[in-house]
């Protein structure tokens, strides 16, 4: 069965610092691997995606992920952060033979001014 | 298109009461789910349903109910609330070709809040 860990329940920057969340999943098959964002009141979005060719992933908004398979990792990354990226941020894992995505439990990324 | 709306947006029950969470997508989206949302937990799957009449379990289904009679409509029912069931609720659809190996992006609504007391 697969299983996602997000290292970090809360993570607050300041605005214009570099920000990394950590994502580990484990499976015994090939993944497909995702972010989603939630900001408050608001369901989910997808922020980007990994499901084959380059590792390093990107969204329009400035993020990157990478995924490393030695690793097991699938972290995502900004180099400057705004304050409207604060919200909450989960990392989810699906076989790429399954139709289910299991999530991790969310990392709140709070930007101060 | 309005995506996956969700009725109603805030609910308060009392132990022992019913209802039915309501969720309709515009998409013609095949696949549609059930998740719960606790704090610190991330979400769970509760049901899913990879078309009309096809609904299966996810990983917390006990107290629930679910039916797909149309493409659209993909409605969660509560028996018996219990305080256990206090979360948030959001539905979700996809589409899926049914390859394997394919994917899909979830979409999701904007979520159900209750809260049972």
């Known amino acids: 069965a697969q299983s996602v860990t997000q290292l970090d329940s809360q993570v607050p920057v300041f605005e214009e610092a570099p920000v990394e969340l950590r994502c580990n999943y484990s499976?015994?098959?090939?993944?497909?691997l995702f972010w989603y964002v939630q900001y408050p009141n608001q369901g989910l979005q997808l922020l980007l995606k990994?499901?084959?060719?380059?590792?390093l992933v990107k969204s329009i908004n400035g993020f990157e992920a990478e995924f490393n398979k030695s690793q097991t990792s699938f972290h995502l990354r900004k180099p400057s952060v705004h304050i409207s990226d604060t919200a909450e941020y989960f990392c989810?894992?699906?076989?790429?033979?399954?139709?289910?995505?299991?999530f991790g439990e969310g990392t709140q990324l709070t930007v101060n001014p | 298109n309005a995506g996956v709306t969700q009725t109603p947006k805030f609910r308060i029950l009392k132990i022992g009461q019913s209802m039915t969470l309501q969720c309709t997508q515009d998409?013609?989206?095949?696949?549609m789910y059930w998740y719960r949302q606790d704090p610190g937990m991330g979400l769970k799957l509760i049901y899913y349903?990879?078309?009309?009449?096809?609904?299966d379990k996810g990983e917390v289904p006990n107290g629930y109910n679910v039916s797909r009679s149309t493409t659209e409509d993909f409605p969660l029912r509560l028996e018996l609330a219990a305080p256990s069931q206090t979360s948030v609720y959001f539905c979700?659809?996809?589409?899926?070709?049914?390859?394997?190996?394919?994917?899909?992006?979830?979409?999701f609504g904007p979520g159900t809040r209750l809260t049972v007391t």
């Open positions: 979700a659809s996809s589409y899926s070709s049914g390859v394997a190996g394919g994917w899909d992006e979830q979409y």
């Open positions: 499976s015994s098959v090939s993944v497909y």
């Open positions: 990994y499901l084959s060719g380059s590792t």
């Open positions: 989810a894992v699906k076989e790429t033979s399954g139709s289910r995505l299991t």
């Open positions: 998409m013609n989206h095949n696949y």
């Open positions: 349903s990879v078309g009309a009449g096809i609904t």
